[in-house]
């Protein structure tokens, strides 16, 4: 088994304020500290959204590689259906909404254009699986359905909130093959057209790369607005770094 897991994410953004007003009215994080360059986010006591501030960065362009979305897993069903509740009075718009088999997510975008998913996992024992091979589809979720089913109101990303994966643009699916396995020890879990998905100790994903707007795109410009770091727990390689061909920036702690 690999022991290691995405602790959080680090966004670079020309709005510091705007930003984090965004993460903790709109998700229902809560601020974790941070100073004039820097906001954190999470939950009570754990860091998800890490945000600093460069008001010089150039916008982000979606045809570049770097992040896809950051997906947020949520603990129950029922909390998903409460943020779905939730939603339209911090007028919000979805960008999409999906039943992947594994699990159910709505997609949206902050801000600056940084894609974001809210999803809950089915039990894994309800994954269909062929040896390291898990099975996932995109079908359309019923809202009506999901918000009647969920009762109560949304507090915020419940203590056990995670960073349940991170989706990335990449420029080209074996390359990021080579990084994902060699560099990362990820199993390739999955494969959909021009994308591939991976896991770590027999979960769906972790991570997971497509060319759907970046196909053969160079490497990142660093003075852009997007991705900035996504940061792993890895005690075993604490201290380490390491880039993905398109300059993506992994940090172990």
Sequence with gaps: MTNMAIDHVALTVRDLLGMADFYERALG????????ATRRLGTADRTL???????????????????????????????LGRWLRHAPDQDIRLTGASDHGVSEALYLDDPEGNGIEIYWDR???????????????????DLTELSQASPGEWQGVPQDGSIGHVHLQVGDIDRADAFFRGDLGLTRTFDGPGG???????????????VWNSRDARPRDPQMTGLAEIVLNAPDRAGQVLHDPWGTRFAMI
């Design 29 to 36: 994080l809560k601020p974790q500290g941070g100073d004039d």
């Design 49 to 79: 959204i890490e945000l600093r501030h460069d008001a010089a960065a150039r916008p982000r362009d979606p045809r570049q590689a770097g992040l896809f979305h950051t997906a947020f897993l949520l603990p129950e069903r029922a909390d």
């Design 123 to 141: 039990p894994p024992s309800e994954w269909t699986r062929d040896g390291d091979r898990i099975e996932m589809f995109t079908h359309r979720l």
């Design 196 to 210: 591939a998905w991976y896991g770590w100790n027999g979960y769906h994903h972790q991570l997971a790369g497509n």
